[in-house]
Structures are given as C-alpha cells and as structure tokens.
C-alpha cells in the first residue's frame, strides 16, 4: 500500500505540472514544471524523500522500460530515416561535441568561481 501511495504522489504532482503547464502564456513541459515543483515541495520539507523513496527508486530502476514505446515509435519511419541518416548522424556528432565543449567549460568555470570564492572567504 506503500508503493501505491508514493505513486500516487509523484503522478498526482505530474498531473498538477501538465494542468499548470496548460494555463500558462508560454510553452513549458508539464514534466519540467513537475519536476520543479517536487525540487520545491523538498526544499520546503512539505515532502520527504522517504514519503517518495522507494517508488521513486523503482521508476528509475526500470527506466529503460520507458524507452521501449519511442523505440517502437521510431521503427514507423524507418524509410524516412534511411533516406537522411547521414544527416541524422552529422547533427548528432555536431551536438556531442558542443555538448562536450559546454560541459566542460561549465566545469572550469565553475572550478574558478569556487576558487575565487574560497579566496575570498579565507583572506
């Protein structure tokens, strides 16, 4: 009954993100906006990570589960992707490079700002 409660909890939240996500002026995924309120309903301990725990770890256990309809999905236009895959292939070395690139300047980035603000604190 546990399990049943914490599930409930989590798609109750995703359920209030997706009619939050339907009323406001611009486009935003539900998920993000569930995701953002459950960072919220943490941060405020009005939820616990016990109240989501278990179920939660479930979910993502089995997360490749989730992949498998997309994956079906993309099988209806296997023609489509025959006649642009090298296309399909360029964008996405393009993007695993930037990808690459943004990540690890952030990193440096973030490296320095700890540094300055570490020398800031101790001089």
């Known amino acids: ?5 914490q599930l409930a909890l989590i798609f109750g939240i995703c ?3 997706d009619v939050i996500s339907r009323y ?6 539900g998920s993000v906006i ?9 941060s405020t301990s009005l939820l616990t990570e016990r109240q989501l725990g ?6 993502l ?7 498998i309809p997309p994956g079906v999905g993309i099988l209806r236009y296997a023609l489509l ?8 292939i360029l ?17 440096v980035l973030v490296q320095r700002l700890q540094k300055a603000l570490l020398g800031r604190s101790h001089g």
């Open 1 to 5: 009954m546990k399990y049943l409660n």
């Open 61 to 67: 256990r089995n997360m490749t589960f989730f992949f």
């Open 81 to 88: 992707i025959q006649s642009i895959w090298w296309q399909l």
């Open 91 to 107: 964008v996405n070395l393009i993007s695993l490079v930037v990808c690459f690139g943004v990540s690890s300047w952030t990193v």
């Open 15 to 17: 359920l209030v993100g």
């Open 34 to 42: 569930s995701m953002l309120l459950i960072l919220l309903l943490l």
């Open 54 to 59: 278990e179920s939660a770890d479930f979910l």
């Open 24 to 29: 406001l002026p611009f486009t935003l995924p």
